[in-house]
């Protein structure tokens, strides 16, 4: 086993997900500790939880501009919109980088989370007048992986 030091410095996502694990295991197995054990593990595997969320959170956001840079007709938006997807790549590398157990979830954070994205998409462009529901609807078929997501 990984000095738990060590994790916790190096995967923070995966330190927490094992400390939850052995509360539970502590807690069934009679410890004389006065702690509430259950909800204790818990809020420990909450905190790798939100780790989770964040990075969900910079997928979302970087879908969200990608959708709009591909669609979008306006020229004005666009230079706010790079800045904010190469910002959000940054955040989200950092996240897998200090969290790296979260590296071979991206995939399937992606797929969980391209629905998101560009309905906040499609909302921002409708705002706009610059998709009408025939469009939404092929936008709403868009798919991104990893590899696309590193384009913009």
């Known amino acids: 086993m990984t000095d738990l030091k060590t994790l916790y410095e190096q995967d923070f996502a995966a330190w927490s997900k094992q400390q939850a694990e052995a509360l539970r295991a502590a807690g069934r197995g009679g410890s004389n500790q006065p702690?509430?054990?259950?909800n204790l593990a818990e809020e420990i595997e909450d905190l790798g939880i939100s780790q989770r969320s964040a990075l969900r959170s910079q997928i979302i956001r970087i879908i969200q501009h990608l959708v709009k840079l591909e669609h979008s007709p306006s020229v004005e938006p666009r230079s706010g919109w790079r800045p904010r997807i190469r910002l959000s790549r940054l955040q989200a590398q950092r996240r897998i980088q200090d969290n790296p157990s979260l590296k071979p979830e991206?995939?399937?954070f992606i797929a969980d989370e391209t629905r998101r994205g560009v309905e906040l998409a499609i909302a921002d462009l409708e705002e706009h007048g610059e998709v009408d529901e025939l469009d939404a609807n092929v936008l709403r078929r868009t798919a991104y992986t990893p590899v696309?997501?590193?384009r913009a």
């Open 35 to 38: 702690l509430d054990w259950e």
């Open 148 to 150: 696309r997501t590193s």
């Open 106 to 108: 991206l995939r399937r």
